[in-house]
């Protein structure tokens, strides 16, 4: 898989940084089938992990949305995973993963190298278990929906958000995925996303704004003359403890990345990068903070949460090689970008509920340039010719598949939905009835 280029690398960084301060130590080396056990039982657990981002997207979306939509929100993510799953099976990791041409793999299921061997669970792949590769790739696919989700949140419709998510995850993923992780044309060129700034957060971004701009803003969060009316979510702690999971989720996002754990230099990369990747996300939080105090003379708590994701994202695209000092550097960047681009946004009338797109498609942009900064065989002409080549992609895939979806089942709630909430319009239940509408019935 093309993503272990990135274990090679780091690996002789180590070495080279253990020269200067005299003989590299003696490692004894492990033999091939305990390093086969490591490798997989690492993607099995950053993987589960990774998963677990799953709830940290559902609960902070269920806390920065208002109650009557909390159920849908809660659902959409639960469905978007599934769906993630199985279109990763049916089609979408020998997409990303079985190219051949530079430019798209192929179209059809996982089965591992032999049918017979997949059938029974016992293929493997060089130094790892093939499934177990095939988990940690999935769940990267569920991150990239559920940033859609959040910010259209509240006032699309269901079966249309899934229907998008099915083609978000089938082609639009894995095709610009292969350019780089399948060893596609911009991997050719050089251009280096360690964990997926762009190949995962950027791309739910791409996608996210296309269809925020598409679908328009909630009703009445804009008026006629500019004015921005505030919409404030209905469960800040539920929105916190999101983003404690996700801050969480993230050491087996970007740790996880490092594919192997069959070596002392592998071990020594991973301690690296969990490092390096709590604390950007810890300078995103305290950027956020002392920005948002400047300009407002008050802390939003919102916008630190947001800046820890900001700072998360910002050194995904390359957690490894970065001292700490410039990680925290990189993550407040990220941070102090979140708080600038929220009210950018609301200028331009586009409605981001979460806040997703300044943290995942600004920051995302941000970390992948920013890998020049201690990558020396990246170059900024090349990471930027691998951001606009992506963003341009989804942007037009994603525009075409929106207004397909808007011109044929539509993709917005009516206006009376909208106001009852989708909860009851479209799941017919309340998240909270004994506070909700339902209640007035006893």
């Not at 280096?192 to 969060?221: E, F, M, N, P």
């Not at 998360?312 to 708080?339: F, H, K, Q, R």
């Not at 080549?389 to 011109?407: C, E, N, P, R």
Request: glycine content about 12%; proline content about 3%.
């Amino acid at each position: 898989m093309m993503r272990t280029m990135n274990y090679m690398k780091s690996a002789a960084a180590s070495v080279a940084a253990f020269a200067l301060i005299g003989a590299a130590p003696a490692y004894a080396a492990v033999d091939s089938e305990t390093a086969y056990v490591l490798n997989t039982f690492s993607f099995l657990v950053n993987g589960a992990l990774v998963m677990w981002m799953a709830a940290g997207f559902a609960m902070l979306e269920s806390g920065l949305v208002r109650s009557k939509n909390t159920a849908t929100i809660c659902l959409k993510n639960i469905a978007l995973y599934s769906i993630a799953g199985l279109t990763f099976y049916l089609v979408g990791y020998n997409l990303m993963y079985m190219d051949v041409t530079g430019f798209i793999g192929s179209f059809s299921p996982f089965w591992g190298p032999d049918d017979a061997d997949a059938l029974a669970g016992t293929f493997s792949d060089g130094g790892y278990s093939a499934s177990s590769d095939w988990f940690f790739q999935m769940v990267f696919v569920a991150t990239a929906a559920s940033i859609v989700s959040g910010t259209l949140a509240e006032r699309t419709k269901l079966w249309s958000f899934l229907a998008f998510v099915v083609l978000l995850t089938a082609i639009i993923y894995p095709i610009q995925g292969s350019w780089v992780w399948g060893g596609g044309w911009l991997a050719e060129m050089g251009f280096s996303d360690y964990a997926g700034s762009t190949l995962v957060h950027s791309v739910g971004g791409w996608a996210a704004l296309t269809g925020a701009i598409i679908l328009g803003a909630r009703k009445g969060k804009y008026t006629a003359d500019g004015k921005v009316n505030p919409i404030p979510g209905a469960n800040l702690p539920l929105a916190t403890l999101g983003t404690f999971i996700l801050w969480l989720g993230w050491f087996g996002f970007n740790g996880g990345s490092v594919l192997a754990l069959g070596s002392a230099a592998s071990v020594i990369e991973m301690a690296n990068v969990f490092a390096n990747t709590n604390m950007a996300a810890a300078g995103g939080v305290l950027a956020a903070m002392v920005v948002t105090q400047i300009m407002y003379k008050k802390v939003d708590l919102t916008l630190a949460l947001n800046g820890a994701i900001g700072g998360l994202v910002s050194i995904t695209a390359e957690p490894a090689d970065p001292t700490i000092g410039m990680a925290i550097a990189i993550g407040a960047v990220g941070g102090a970008i979140v708080v600038f681009a929220v009210p950018l946004l609301d200028k331009l009338k586009i409605d981001d509920v979460v806040g997703a797109i300044p943290a995942h498609l600004f920051c995302g942009i941000w970390g992948t340039l920013a890998v020049v900064l201690s990558d020396s065989e990246a170059t900024f002409v090349t990471q930027l010719t691998g951001i606009v080549a992506i963003g341009a992609f989804v942007l037009v895939v994603s525009t075409i598949f929106w207004l397909l979806l808007k011109y044929t089942i539509g993709i917005r709630a009516s206006e009376e939905d909208e106001v009852e909430g989708l909860d009851k319009a479209e799941l017919g239940l309340e998240a909270y009835p004994e506070f909700g509408q339902g209640s007035k019935s006893f």
